[in-house]
Each structure stands twice: as C-alpha cells, then as structure tokens.
C-alpha cells in the first residue's frame, strides 16, 4: 500500500537521502528510486512512495513520485537521441576514446612508442571502467562511493579511454560539468602527447624500451 511523506535528509552530491511517512517511520530512498522530475529532489519535499526492505533488511521507499515537482517530460527534446538510441551527449566520448586507442596504437604500429604503451592503455582502460562500475553501483545502494578524484588519477595514469567509455555506457558523471570538464582535459592531454609521439616530435627515453 501506498504512503505519504516528506523528504526530511537529502544528499545531492550522494544521490540519496531518508523519507519519513505520516506515521513518523524513516525509509531510506536513493535516487533511482525516485521518478522523473523536472528538478532534483529537495529536503522538504512532499511524496508518495511503496515501503520495502532492500536485501539487508533495511527499510526502503520505491517508485517515490514527488507531489510538488512537475514530472519530467517523456519526450525527449528533439535532437537529444540518436536515430540509434545513444544520446548525443555520450557519442563525443565514445568518439574521444576511440581516437586515444587508435592514436595509441598508431605510435606503437610506427615503431616510435614501445607496444607496451597500447597494452597499459587497455589495461588501464579496464581498471578505469571497473572503478566507475563500482562507483555507479555504491551510488545505487547508498554505499561508501569513490572518491571522484581517485577516477581521476584512474584516467590520468592511462585509463582515460576506459574512463570515457564508463561515463558514456554507464550514464555516470555526466551531469556534473566539473567532474567532465577534467575528463576532457585529461584526455585531450592524452591524445595529443600520442599524436606528437606519433608524428616523431617526441620520442620515448631508450630506458623505456624493451630489451
């Protein structure tokens, strides 16, 4: 059965807060569990909601509908998807990534960068999605979350491409312009040190090469 309460904690940063129902019982609520609305959910607002238990047995509030913020549009606004479904908004860092491994791969086919340089790209790549995968899924549970300036570093020591890619299938980060701001550096500090390498401008230490 359905109930009526207030949002009386709400963490925007943590996606996640406590609703209290007319009998004065706590729920914890995330994000997810809240529908579409026109703006994000304040401390104070009124709602309804279905109470449950998650699989700790704690209690929680689902299918949340706030009662005094318009619901979002269905539609999304023309332009905002791509005829394949991926909105155009992730498409650039689909794009970005691709360009970083191609340019990757380029420097170490050319023999002017040694092929370990590709490998720990991948590699890091993966460690870079894991981490965002791990962060999205603490998200989503209200648990300990990573700190964003850890999937920065992540991204920074080589993992960017996996870290573009993570954003854009994952649909994590890309809200907050600060958080995509420094991706973007980050990446193009990247791909330009490897299209420099690849164009001979700049060329790997001996000491750096495989025997």
């Known amino acids: 059965m359905r109930r009526s309460g207030e949002l009386v904690q709400w963490n925007d940063g943590r996606g996640f807060g406590f609703v209290?129902?007319?009998?004065?019982?706590?729920?914890?609520?995330?994000?997810?569990?809240?529908?579409?609305?026109r703006a994000r959910p304040q401390?104070?607002?009124?709602?309804?909601?279905?109470?449950?238990?998650?699989?700790?047995?704690?209690?929680?509030?689902q299918s949340v509908v706030l009662l005094d913020v318009a619901p979002a549009a269905r539609t999304p606004p023309p332009g905002s998807v791509h005829a394949g479904g991926i909105p155009v908004g992730l498409l650039p860092?689909?794009?970005?990534?691709?360009?970083?491994?191609?340019a990757a791969l380029a420097a170490t086919q050319l023999r002017l960068?040694?092929?370990?340089?590709?490998?720990?790209?991948?590699?890091?790549?993966?460690?870079?999605?894991?981490?965002?995968?791990?962060?999205?899924?603490?998200?989503?549970?209200?648990?300990?979350?990573?700190a964003e300036n850890s999937l920065?570093?992540?991204?920074?020591i080589g993992g960017?491409?996996?870290?573009?890619?993570?954003?854009?299938?994952l649909r994590h980060k890309v809200r907050k312009p600060a958080f995509w701001v420094y991706s973007w550096l980050i990446a193009t500090m990247h791909f330009t040190g490897l299209v420099l390498v690849s164009l001979g401008f700049w060329r790997f230490p001996p000491v750096l090469w495989p025997n």
């Open 20 to 37: 209290r129902d007319n009998d004065g019982k706590r729920y914890f609520v995330h994000i997810s569990s809240i529908r579409r609305a």
């Open 43 to 61: 401390q104070g607002n009124r709602l309804t909601f279905d109470p449950a238990s998650d699989e700790v047995g704690r209690s929680v509030a």
């Open 93 to 102: 860092r689909l794009f970005g990534a691709a360009l970083i491994i191609l």
């Open 113 to 146: 960068a040694p092929t370990w340089v590709l490998i720990a790209y991948l590699v890091l790549g993966i460690v870079s999605i894991g981490l965002y995968w791990a962060d999205k899924r603490a998200a989503e549970g209200g648990r300990w979350r990573i």
């Open 152 to 156: 920065h570093l992540a991204d920074l």
């Open 160 to 169: 960017i491409a996996g870290g573009l890619v993570a954003q854009a299938l």
